[in-house]
């Protein structure tokens, strides 16, 4: 069942009765995305979980952010351990249900910890790669990964934007507001899901188009891909992660 609109609004608001096990803060996000053909999505997917689409069209995604102040619960954030460059690579599902999320091929970080971790805890994909940013008045985003003969994968945007939230039912809304990952245990045999919970991103959309896609080919989307169909620049939010749940 494809989501209704309700359903994603709903997904927007905290989840009742759940307390978060992790806090932390998502900083300087650049989202860019490039349309693709829904089958070619859905052959990727796990047994569950169903390509989600806009006016007929699925999107992969590529997202570098900077991540701060982790922390769990009932523990103080450590800046070392805490603060780190991550860059993911996504598409957007729902279950059978009609529950919208995200899911991650990739997601590379500057930290050896953090990649350990959440591939332990939270079984995501993470990837340990050399990523740096310097930051003026623009951040300039680089990605190495030791896997891929240390290629390099170079991003340049705005920070600190006076941006807009998304209007519900448009692109932009169906792309950025998105509270709920899925992903499957370390052996393929169960799906499991994961809610966030911040505030609504407040976002501006870039007038480049020509944005690197190089990530997409790690991850086997040997696709055209030519100028990106969306980009846009979001300010800080703080994010509250709660504790995921086997579905099936």
Same mark, same amino acid.
């Given at each position: 069942?494809?989501?209704?609109?309700?359903?994603?609004?709903?997904?927007?608001?905290?989840?009742?009765? /759940?307390?978060?096990?992790?806090?932390?803060?998502?900083?300087?996000?650049?989202?860019?995305?490039?349309?693709?053909?829904?089958?070619?999505? /859905?052959?990727?997917?796990?047994?569950?979980?169903?390509?989600?689409?806009?006016?007929?069209?699925?999107?992969?995604?590529?997202?570098?952010?900077?991540?701060?102040?982790?922390?769990?619960?009932?523990?103080?954030?450590?800046?070392?351990?805490?603060?780190?460059?991550?860059?993911?690579?996504?598409?957007?599902?729902?279950?059978?249900?009609?529950?919208?999320?995200?899911?991650?091929?990739?997601?590379?970080?500057?930290?050896?910890?953090?990649?350990?971790?959440?591939?332990?805890?939270?079984?995501?994909?993470?990837?340990?790669?050399?990523?740096?940013?310097?930051?003026?008045?623009?951040?300039?985003?680089?990605?190495?990964?030791?896997?891929?003969?240390?290629?390099?994968?170079?991003?340049?945007?705005?920070?600190?934007?006076?941006?807009?939230?998304?209007?519900?039912?448009?692109?932009?809304?169906?792309?950025?507001?998105?509270?709920?990952?899925?992903?499957?245990?370390?052996?393929?045999?169960?799906?499991?899901?994961?809610?966030?919970?911040?505030?609504?991103?407040?976002?501006?959309?870039?007038?480049?188009?020509?944005?690197?896609?190089?990530?997409?080919?790690?991850?086997?989307?040997?696709?055209?891909?030519?100028?990106?169909?969306?980009?846009?620049?979001?300010?800080?939010?703080?994010?509250?992660?709660?504790?995921?749940?086997?579905?099936?």
């Amino acid at each position: 069942m494809k989501p209704t609109l309700e359903q994603r609004e709903k997904m927007c608001l905290r989840p009742e009765n /759940q307390s978060p096990v992790m806090f932390q803060s998502w900083e300087n996000l650049l989202f860019v995305h490039w349309e693709i053909d829904p089958k070619v999505i /859905q052959k990727t997917l796990p047994d569950g979980l169903i390509v989600d689409t806009f006016e007929d069209k699925a999107y992969l995604g590529i997202v570098p952010f900077l991540m701060k102040n982790i922390r769990p619960r009932w523990l103080p954030s450590v800046p070392y351990l805490s603060n780190f460059l991550e860059c993911n690579v996504r598409t957007y599902v729902h279950d059978d249900e009609g529950n919208p999320g995200v899911w991650f091929y990739s997601l590379d970080t500057s930290r050896w910890l953090a990649s350990i971790i959440g591939r332990v805890f939270f079984s995501l994909p993470y990837y340990w790669a050399q990523i740096s940013a310097i930051k003026n008045e623009t951040i300039l985003y680089n990605v190495r990964r030791r896997k891929e003969g240390f290629k390099n994968v170079r991003y340049k945007y705005a920070t600190d934007v006076d941006g807009d939230l998304a209007k519900s039912g448009t692109l932009d809304f169906f792309l950025l507001e998105r509270y709920q990952l899925f992903t499957t245990d370390k052996y393929n045999r169960k799906l499991i899901s994961c809610r966030v919970h911040h505030s609504p991103y407040k976002f501006k959309n870039c007038a480049n188009k020509s944005w690197d896609s190089e990530l997409l080919k790690w991850n086997g989307f040997d696709c055209n891909f030519n100028k990106a169909s969306h980009a846009c620049v979001a300010n800080r939010v703080d994010v509250e992660i709660f504790k995921p749940q086997k579905l099936r």
